[in-house]
């Protein structure tokens, strides 16, 4: 199946949901000017095609004690990343994964109650995975800015 490119009304309609998700698509047709059905069609076509996804999201200031953990990992071979970066996608607790350039080459973002509960994670999970050479953790302690449009990065 070929993807269609998100055109403007798709992206107006995108717009509206990272404000609201649960707004009505009556009333995001009246603002754009456009019919009900156009709406819940795009949208839907959207959904199918996987090109997006309306979901709950926690709030982050709500949590007891949120500690975004950043890890910076180092693989022992490059030809070794995309495995370790397969292996970290697969774990529930962690919510990003990314290959970078730079010092490490991947970075996984997790949440975290407290320090010992990030070195567990460290010690008993991250390192299992074979090809992770070396972790270093930066903490995320005060939320300045938390665009919940980026949720799916933490």
């Known amino acids: ?3 269609r490119q998100l055109d403007d009304l798709d992206l107006s309609i995108l717009e509206w949901l990272s404000e ?5 698509n009556r009333k ?6 456009v019919t009900e059905g156009t709406v819940r069609a795009r949208i839907k076509r959207m959904e199918d095609e996987g090109q997006i ?6 709030n982050i ?3 007891a004690n949120p500690t ?3 890890i910076w990992i180092e693989v ?4 070794q990343t995309d495995d370790v970066a397969q292996a970290l996608s697969a774990i529930p607790e962690i919510g990003f994964v990314a290959k970078t350039l730079g010092r490490s080459d991947i970075l996984a973002i997790t949440m975290v109650q407290n320090n010992a509960q990030l070195a567990s994670f460290l010690h008993s999970t991250i390192s299992g995975i074979e090809g992770v050479r070396r972790t270093e953790c930066s903490l995320g302690v005060n ?5 919940y449009r980026m949720s799916r990065i933490v």
């Open 61 to 63: 200031n709500r949590l």
């Open 143 to 147: 939320f300045i800015k938390h665009d």
């Open 53 to 58: 996804r309306i979901t709950a999201i926690s």
């Open 1 to 3: 199946m070929t993807k």
């Open 76 to 79: 022992e071979k490059s030809s």
């Open 20 to 24: 609201d998700a649960r707004i009505s």
């Open 68 to 70: 975004l953990a950043y």
């Open 28 to 33: 995001v047709a009246i603002e754009l000017g």
